[in-house]
Nanobody, 128 residues
Framework: QVTLVESGGGLVQAGGSLRVSCLTAGRIGNTYVVTWFRQAPGKEREFVAGITWSDGDTYYDDSVKGRFTISRNNAKNTLYLQMNSLKPEDTAVYYC?????????????????????WGQGTQVTVSS
C-alpha cells in the first residue's frame, strides 16, 4: 500500500514561483512511475509532469515544458514540482499519483486511469 500526501500549494502572482511536494509512504519499487496531475474547475484532470522512480527519467506536458521541473529525493521519499513563470492558467488543484505498473507501458502513462494511488491534492492559485 502506498500513500501520497501533497503540500506546498498557495497563492502566487503571475510570473512567480512555487514548489509543491509529495511525501510518499509505503514501498515505491523500481516499476513505479510518479506523476503530477492538475485539475482546474470545470475541466478534466490533466497530466503535468512525471518521473520514473528508478531511473529518474522525466516527462512534461508541452504547456509546462521549460517552466516546471519534476524531481524526486529517494532518501526522503519525496516528489517535487518546481513551478516557475507561473501563469493564471496554471491555477488548479495539483495531485500526486503513482502507478505500480510503470514498466507495462510503452510510452509514459499520461491518463489518470493508469494510476492506482492518489494524494488528496493541493491548491495552486495564480493571480493576474
Amino acid at each position: 500500500q502506498v500513500t501520497l500526501v501533497e503540500s506546498g500549494g498557495g497563492l502566487v502572482q503571475a510570473g512567480g514561483s512555487l514548489r509543491v511536494s509529495c511525501l510518499t509512504a509505503g514501498r515505491i519499487g523500481n516499476t513505479y512511475v510518479v506523476t503530477w496531475f492538475r485539475q482546474a474547475p470545470g475541466k478534466e484532470r490533466e497530466f503535468v509532469a512525471g518521473i520514473t522512480w528508478s531511473d529518474g527519467d522525466t516527462y512534461y506536458d508541452d504547456s509546462v515544458k521549460g517552466r516546471f521541473t519534476i524531481s524526486r529525493n529517494n532518501a526522503k521519499n519525496t516528489l517535487y514540482l518546481q513551478m516557475n513563470s507561473l501563469k493564471p492558467e496554471d491555477t488548479a488543484v495539483y495531485y500526486c499519483a503513482a502507478s505500480s505498473n510503470g514498466d507495462l507501458f510503452v510510452e509514459y502513462p499520461r491518463l489518470p486511469r493508469h494510476y492506482n494511488y492518489w494524494g488528496q491534492g493541493t491548491q495552486v492559485t495564480v493571480s493576474s
